[in-house]
């Protein structure tokens, strides 16, 4: 790999608590600090300039409200920070990535990865049917990806592909249902849908994203035997980067 040697280091702590609230609700709170550090050492596969040390302290914090609407069937609202600290591959990767057939540029000067985001759940535990169904969001204010940049490396007939952060909305919806069943016959469909878009490029589409998915199976279930039929499709995504 193109990556000159580098020591990291990460320290964080973290704390949950549950609270019990009006009529049924339950609350979970969490919080986690923490910091990573990265000491490169000089190499022949990557540029002095991009030789430096970095240090990124980062938090995460998220609340969960849990309603229980009548037996058997709660609805959840998540809302939460996110945020992580770039690989040593995003900041330091400088050279070809064979097995992807591209170039790879890290970038020394990435900040770290953060956003905002909340996630709506319905839950119902029936007697023959159980099913779920969720809807989520989340605002970056820079989320970190390999981005073709259209340019080539022409020397090794490479496209070369930068890492960048960037403004980016990503967003979901998901359902699934099951059978109720410990024994005998079990059933179970499902599927979900990922839209992201950068913001600041004209809402463009963003890397590596997953189309329409759709999940089914059937099962028999006899004491600790089971047989099942699994099946899973994907439709065409046809919402792509640039280049």
Not at 27 to 33: D, E, M, N, P
Not at 41 to 65: G, M, N, P, Q, T
Not at 214 to 230: D, M, P, Q, V
Request: aromatic letters at 14%; charged letters at 20%.
């Amino acid at each position: 790999v193109f990556t000159p040697p580098t020591k990291s280091y990460a320290i964080s702590a973290f704390s949950v608590a549950n609270l019990k609230g009006w009529k049924g609700l339950e609350i979970t709170l969490s919080a986690r600090v923490g910091g990573a550090f990265f000491r490169p050492e000089k190499s022949v596969v990557a540029s002095e300039e991009s030789i430096v040390s970095r240090d990124f302290l980062l938090w995460s914090a998220s609340a969960e409200f849990s309603q229980r609407i009548l037996p058997g069937k709660f609805a959840t609202l998540d809302i939460f920070r996110t945020s992580r600290a770039p690989t040593i591959e995003e900041l330091y990767n400088q050279g070809p990535h064979l097995a992807a057939y591209t170039y790879e540029k890290g970038s020394s000067t990435l900040d770290g990865e953060n956003g905002y985001g909340s996630e709506l759940e319905f839950r119902s535990y029936g007697e023959n049917v159980n099913w779920r169904a969720s809807v989520y969001g989340t605002y970056f204010i820079n989320h970190l990806a390999p981005r073709a940049t259209g340019d080539t490396n022409w020397s090794q007939l490479l496209p070369i592909y930068q890492v960048r952060g960037d403004e980016a909305v990503l967003c979901g919806a998901s359902v699934s249902f099951e059978k109720s069943s410990e024994t005998g016959l079990y059933a179970a469909a499902g599927g979900s849908l990922v839209r992201g878009f950068y913001r600041n490029e004209n809402w463009s589409d963003m890397p590596q994203i997953p189309p329409i998915l759709f999940h089914c199976e059937i099962a028999y279930l006899w004491k600790s035997l089971r047989g099942s039929l699994t099946g899973r499709f994907a439709l065409p995504q046809n919402h792509v980067d640039i280049y």
